[in-house]
């Protein structure tokens, strides 16, 4: 089964799980980790508990806030169990996409797909507006 992991600094994951389910409902098998809300914080065995929970044919993948920060860096040490895949940089538009697919899509197809996704939500809306490619119906 695949599952979906947030893992941010503070409430960054709580906030954009909550979201997404504002969108899409409920979603089962969604978690998340809110790193270092207090000062005696020990993401390593909150990560050994995550996969402790893990099927041997289960699929988790994980989104941080951003590559380099001190999340990510813990989940990259995780890169060895062949059932976890790690993305940086996460986004609402990606957290979509990912809930959204086809279970039996294979889980880089699905996040490749996501990730393109991701990278066309990015926009500089300014530059959009001025192209004149904005209606206002389109808000």
Known sequence: MRKYLIATHCTFAQGI????????????????????ETDDYDLKKVITGKLGELASDDELVVLTDMFGGSVCNE????????????????????IMDLLTAPQ?????????RALQVAKEEVLFCNDIREEGNVLEEDF
């Open 104 to 112: 039996d899509m294979p889980v880089r197809e699905v996040i490749d």
């Open 75 to 94: 989940f990259m040490l995780t890169l060895a169990d062949s059932r976890v895949y790690l993305i940086a940089g996460v986004n609402l538009p990606m």
């Open 17 to 36: 799980k909550s979201s997404a389910e504002y969108i899409l409902g409920p979603q089962e098998d969604m978690d998340v980790i809110n790193a270092y």
